[in-house]
């Protein structure tokens, strides 16, 4: 917990002081399942946190599962159409509730892990492609560790049909442990003001030896300075092995 206090301290203080211009084509990658079709600027640093995600599922037998994550993931633009990223998530909290008993509860840090993201360069501005290949090391608590290393590849589609409305499919392969994934989700985003956008979305994942799972939600973005963005977002489970709920906040900075 002392942990968490300190990333939003230390979220806020550079809030404050970030003040000087943003890059014109500046896209955070929170929220949402997908991530920006855009890299960072040569020399641009950007961290973005959950402040913190809520998620809340009761399964066949009744059980009722509460978690709360603090995640975090610091962006570094490398070169032009290159960045590096790292990600964690320090603060987990889980409670489970079978019926007719106890509830146990557990806290920790999950795994760690790192990436590159790749913003292909097109002529055109109307679309915009980008891939992320990352690998997790499984270096978080039992309860919040995939328990093996994990390796991902995913691919972010964007396409403007006009200055308020755009277009998103993302899909991410994850292989790891004894266990594959395939997740896809399309949305559709719509910016009310210079300040103010939303968006809708769907995700569908499959895993080797694992019920399928969609989900749909939305969020919304305010860009309350041009370096400083807070959102919002919900998604409700499509089908019963879905988590029945997943909410969250979250706050993004822009350094250059």
Known sequence: MRCWALLVSLLFSGAVHAQQDA??????DRPGMGFAASTLPRGGVALEAGLPAFSRDRDDGGVLSTQYSADINLRIGLASHVELQAFTSPWNHLRVAPRNAPAERSSGAGDVGVGLKFALPLPSDTHAVALLASTTFAT???????????????????????????GALYANVTRGGSEDSVTWAPSLSFAATDTISTYLEAGFTDSDGEPSTGIAGAGITWMVTPTVQLDASFDVGLD?????????????????
């Not at 608590?141 to 396409?159: N, V």
């Open 140 to 166: 978080g608590s039992r309860d919040f560790s995939e328990g093996a290393t994990q390796y991902a590849l995913g691919a972010s589609y964007e396409y403007a049909f006009n200055d308020h409305w755009t």
């Open 240 to 256: 019963e092995d879905s988590p029945d709920t997943q909410a969250g906040l979250g706050v993004s900075v822009y350094f250059q």
């Open 23 to 28: 890059p014109p084509d500046l896209a955070f």
